[in-house]
């Protein structure tokens, strides 16, 4: 199997910064895209940010310019780093990977971090 742990979430000030992590680990024969979604209370899960495993990004207009998503290959392991926090980017932040299993390489999976909240007061 195969398991993704976040971590960083927090309670921050406007204006300021957080970094979450989300490591991925388990029977990986390869990762394809890695992304961020966030889901605020009373609101659909809306995609934050994605990466392909060829380093290519992708982002919701309302966090361009503020936030930025990295991975690490060597460990499995997607980054983001929020910027400018507001407090409409309170929410609970998950983390997304599709997953070669070694087991099954040729087949696709999808697997999700447990969340971690993201809490921006004014």
């Known amino acids: 199997q195969v398991q993704l742990v976040e971590s960083g979430g927090g309670l921050v000030q406007a204006g300021g910064s957080l970094r979450l992590s989300c490591a991925a680990s388990g029977s990986i024969f390869s990762i394809d895209a890695m992304g961020w979604y966030r889901q605020a209370p009373g609101k659909q899960r809306e995609l934050v940010a994605t990466i392909s495993s060829a380093g290519s990004t992708n982002y919701v207009d309302s966090v361009k310019g503020r936030f930025t998503i990295s991975r690490d290959n060597a460990k499995n392991t997607v980054y983001l780093q929020m910027n400018s926090l507001k407090p409409e980017d309170t929410a609970v932040y998950y983390c997304?990977?599709?997953?070669?299993?070694?087991?099954?390489?040729?087949?696709?999976?999808?697997?999700w971090g447990q969340g971690t909240q993201v809490t921006v007061s004014s």
């Open positions: 997304n990977a599709r997953v070669r299993r070694t087991t099954t390489p040729l087949l696709m999976y999808e697997y």
